[in-house]
């Protein structure tokens, strides 16, 4: 199992989810967060919200998935965010080690989806 982290613009969100449906991914969590990449949010401000100093409003995208999915899951995450501008975002990919659906107490691989 993997968790997967998505950094993404606030408007590609829609795009995003419409592309995880598509690729059966619909369990997701969504956060709004402030970052910024390399450029410091300096050179994005006229496309983002300035919120606090230089950090600008992201949307964080948590979505933990089986073996299978991983692939799927970024490339839908891509085809929904890639705009091929600067602050298009970021994708992380971590080892999970448990998932316990709480209703049943069912483990692993049978609780995340
Ligand atoms: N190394 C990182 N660690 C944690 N968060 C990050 C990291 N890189 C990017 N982020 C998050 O992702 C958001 C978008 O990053 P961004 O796309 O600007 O990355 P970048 O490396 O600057 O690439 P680009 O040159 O395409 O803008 C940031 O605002 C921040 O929230
Ligand atoms: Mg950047």
Redesign the pocket.
Known sequence: MKLIIA?IKPDRLEAVKQELYKTDVNLMTVNE???????M?VT?VYRGVKEMGN??R?I?LEIAVNEDFVEPTIKAILNGAQTG??????I?VMDLVECVRIRTEERGTTAIG
């Not at 967060?33 to 450029?39: A, C, I, K």
């Not at 501008?85 to 970021?90: E, H, L, M, R, V």
């Open positions: 950094i967060v402030l970052g910024h990449g390399r450029q949010g994005e950090l600008l992201k964080r501008q600067i602050g298009d975002g970021k992380f």
